[in-house]
């Protein structure tokens, strides 16, 4: 099993930008794709990115055009670049591993706060 360790949380004002980054380590070979989530309070978690091990990556439609995901192989480090942050994005972001339908590991959340 693999162990997802996520750092890069933080406050920053609006229009700023953050990168979290997300170290895997563990068994890293069996992993379909990885990818952030994000929880804020009252609400359901959603998709922010995802980067699979192989095909195109996928972003939730709020972040589309401001948020870049990346990995690092040599590393096993995923990367979330945020850019043009807003006080909507606020929330704990949650890195994710995927190994199959219905099989995710997660980390343990980063805290992101945008202040207007």
């Known amino acids: 099993q693999v162990q997802l360790v996520e750092s890069g949380g933080g406050l920053v004002q609006a229009g700023g930008s953050l990168r979290l980054s997300c170290a895997a380590s563990?068994?890293?070979?069996?992993?379909?794709?990885m990818g952030w989530y994000r929880q804020a309070p009252g609400k359901q978690r959603e998709l922010v990115a995802v980067?699979?091990?192989?095909?195109?990556?996928n972003y939730g439609d709020s972040v589309k055009g401001r948020f870049t995901i990346s990995r690092d192989n040599a590393k096993n480090t995923v990367y979330l670049q945020m850019n043009t942050l807003k006080p909507e994005d606020t929330a704990l972001y949650y890195c994710?591993?995927?190994?199959?339908?219905?099989?995710?590991?997660w980390g343990q959340g980063t805290q992101v706060t945008v202040s207007s």
């Open positions: 994710n591993a995927n190994y199959g339908p219905g099989y995710n590991i």
């Open positions: 980067i699979p091990s192989a095909g195109r990556t």
């Open positions: 563990g068994n890293i070979f069996s992993i379909n794709g």
